[in-house]
């Protein structure tokens, strides 16, 4: 994990083994179109990660493990992606539940489900103290001192204890393994700023390849933060070099400037990043990072219209249709020639099957 590719080359020739770069676009479409299926079984969904969500199932009158085989067929059919679904009271026994489900399929079908004291106690004894959710090395290491072995033994720890050497975070995570919930459904917050930083492939010498990277991260920052349907009144912008350079190699730069009125329109935003961008920037330098922090967030519905300088409203259609053109197509529109490709080598990028057209899968009867 995390090694260099090229470094085994030869490994991988002996073995056969297939080399594939990250599709970044491949990823989001399939997770989005599995959220989009969960949502239509629970309406309160958590999306844990891009391949991991839990869905509240409270107050459903359903046999639960045909309902997980029903999710699991519904996945399975439209998107083709095999998962696992583990259901219980609590979201700690959910993640064991799940991690049965994987584990045996042939046992359980892909769907296990905690239900009874006995099957608790079962499935905890089995589960290995390293495999606990949210146990890192260090906690492992203080349940190792504790002659802890398994989940089961974990939640037999005196709480004091649990609560001393594992925090309040800990304890939670013993009670919901214990069958009492603790930690609730996380609801999508919104967030208060959004950044976007980068380090370069290279030094950059050339100003236009180094503001169409502002540009870019302008952009990626303004579409995250429409999804959430906010405007911002304040953005920060730096440029800098290595921090292994020379002194009289070595600049960084950053300004922050409050914008003359609330926008989300990444036309807009462009405009004053450039302005900031032009006052910073020094010429001379090699620059391996950059980044574009957006905030002093206001919602759409709190804003409040300016006399006389305000966004264009023409701008509020326009960005729609942008992001609605950008969610279907990796290659969209852009605002800058700059794409993350242009950065990314991706020499064993595998077909975008679900977000080009000009890629899809093709059948030979």
Known sequence: MGAVAFEYMPLFKRSGVKLFSANFALYGDMSNRMMSILSQYSPIVEKYSIDESFIDLYGFNVDFKEHGTKIRDHINKWIGIRTGVGIANTKALCKVANHIAKKFPEQTGGVHVIDTEEKRIKALKWFKAEEIWGIGDKSFQKLVSAGVKNAYEFTLLPESWVRKKLSITGLRLQYDLRGIPAIGIEQEEIRKSISTTRSFDQKYYDKAQVKDRIIAFVSNCAQKMRDQRSLCSKMEIFIETSPFEEPDQNYSKSLEIKLPFTTNSTLELISFAIAVFEKIYLHGYGYKRAGVKLSDFVQEYERQQKIFEDRNPKHIALMKTMDKINS???????????????????EHLSPNYTTDINQTIVVNF
Not at 328 to 334: A, E, L, R, T
């Open 328 to 346: 279907k197509y990796p290659d969209g529109v852009h605002s800058a020639g700059y794409t993350k490709r242009n950065i990314m080598r991706q």
